[in-house]
C-alpha cells in the first residue's frame, strides 16, 4: 500500500517549495520524492476536502499564504492564487472545514489571521488580532511576542500558543472568522509555548515548550474555555547541557503515547501519557540534525520525521503496544524539510 505526504520546506539552500514523498507500508520505506510546486518558505503546509492545498509563503514583498489545485494530476503544480498582505510568512496554517476558514499564526509579526474560504478555494482576509503583553525572560522572547500555532480545540474553539509571552489563548470564532479572546494561560517563564495536541476521548492536551524542551499535561475545562496545568516532565535527558530547542509533537489515536522532537539532542521522544501525567520512555535518534516535523501513517505503525540542517528523513516502526519506534529507514534526500503532512 502507497500513503503519500507533503513535506513542507526552507527554501534557504536547494529546495524549491513543496514536495511528496511515497510510504511504502508493504516495502516498509520512504520512496519516490516529487517536487509538487514552487513556493517561498512554505514551513507549513494544509490541505483541505475542496481540493486545494494552503501553505505559509514568503515573497520579496512580504508573506501570507500560497495555494495549489492538488486535484491536478499533473506535476508540478503552479500557484493559483497568493494573499501576501503580511510583513514575512506565517508560522502555521490549518483549515477549519465547518466554517470554511483558514487560520495562520505569524511568529514574526505577531499576528493570528482568520481567512475565509470562497466557493473557488480562494482566500479573503477575514479578521486579525496582534498579540502584546509582557515577554519571557529567553532571548528568542526578547523582540516580541511570537503566535506559533493556531488550531482547533476539541469544541470548536481556536487555542494559539504564543512562544513570546508564554502563553496560550482561547478565543471564539464565529461564522465570519471574527476572533473574540476567552481565556490565557500562563505557563512559567521562559517555557515557549510551541504546539498542543488534544487527546481525543478525554479533556487532556499536551503542550511542548520549545525554549525549555518541557512537555506540559493540561486539562481543557470546555465550559470556561479555560486551561489549567497537570503536570510538567522533560523532553531530554537531565544531564543534557547543549542547546536543545523541541519542536513538534503528536498523539497516538488511542490517547497513550505522545511524541515530541528534539532539535539539537537530534532525538523523538515518546512519553506514555494519561490524563494527569506523562513518563518518557524511549528516547531514539533522530539520524540527523534539526529534526522539525514528523507525522504517523493511517494505521499508526510508521512515523516519518524530517531532519532540516541534513536533508534527510528517518522512518520508524511503530509498536502499538509499547508505543515505541524502531529506526528502519534513514538518509532518504529531503531538502530543508520542516513539515510532515499526510496528502
Known amino acids: 500500500m502507497i500513503e503519500q505526504f507533503y513535506i513542507g520546506t526552507y527554501t534557504h539552500k536547494t529546495s ?66 497568493q494573499v501576501i498582505d503580511q510583513d514575512t510568512n506565517p508560522a502555521y496554517i490549518t483549515v477549519d472545514e465547518n466554517r470554511n476558514l ?38 528568542e522572547q526578547a523582540d516580541g511576542p511570537h503566535p506559533h ?47 498542543i495536541v488534544f487527546a481525543h476521548d478525554t479533556d487532556t492536551a499536551y503542550l511542548v515548550g520549545e525554549l525549555s524542551s518541557k512537555l506540559a499535561v493540561l486539562h481543557y475545562n470546555r465550559d470556561a474555555g479555560e486551561f489549567t496545568i497537570s503536570k510538567i516532565v522533560k523532553t531530554i535527558p537531565d544531564d543534557w547541557t547543549a542547546h536543545n530547542g523541541a519542536a513538534a509533537i503528536r498523539i497516538s489515536d488511542d490517547d497513550k503515547y505522545v511524541y515530541v522532537s528534539n532539535r539539537g539532542h537530534n532525538s523523538l521522544a515518546v512519553f506514555e501519557v494519561s490524563e494527569n501525567d506523562a ?40 509498536d502499538a503496544d509499547t508505543g515505541k519506534l524502531t529506526m528502519i529507514q534513514k538518509d532518504f534526500q529531503v531538502p530543508e524539510g520542516v513539515c510532515v503532512r499526510p496528502e
Request: proline residues 6%; aromatic residues 8%; negative net charge.
Open 16 to 81: 524549491k517549495g513543496v514536495y511528496q514523498l511515497d510510504l511504502n507500508t508493504t516495502d516498509k520505506q520512504i520512496e519516490n520524492l516529487q517536487f509538487v510546486g514552487p513556493a517561498g518558505n512554505p514551513t507549513y503546509v494544509a490541505p483541505a476536502k475542496n481540493g486545494k492545498l494552503y501553505m505559509v509563503d514568503k515573497e520579496s514583498n512580504g508573506g501570507g499564504v500560497q495555494i495549489f489545485d492538488a486535484a491536478s494530476m499533473s506535476l508540478p503544480l503552479s500557484p493559483i492564487d
Open 149 to 195: 500555532f493556531m488550531d482547533l480545540t476539541p469544541d470548536n474553539r481556536v487555542v494559539v500558543c504564543d512562544l513570546g509571552l508564554d502563553r496560550v489563548f482561547v478565543y471564539d470564532v464565529d461564522g465570519q472568522g471574527t476572533l473574540s479572546k476567552v481565556s490565557e494561560l500562563a505557563l512559567e517563564p521562559g517555557f515557549g509555548p510551541r504546539h
Open 102 to 139: 483558514v487560520y495562520t499564526a505569524n511568529y514574526h509579526t505577531a499576528e493570528i489571521s482568520t481567512y475565509a474560504i470562497q466557493p473557488d478555494g480562494l482566500l479573503k482576509l477575514a479578521d486579525r488580532v496582534t498579540h502584546t503583553g509582557q515577554v519571557g525572560p529567553k532571548e
Open 279 to 318: 513518563k518518557l520512555i524511549q528516547l531514539i535518534s533522530s539520524e540527523g540534525d534539526f529534526p522539525r516535523d514528523f507525522n504517523l501513517n493511517q494505521d499508526q505503525s510508521f512515523l516519518i520525521l524530517v531532519n532540516q540542517n541534513t536533508d534527510n528523513a528517518t522512518l520508524y516502526s511503530r
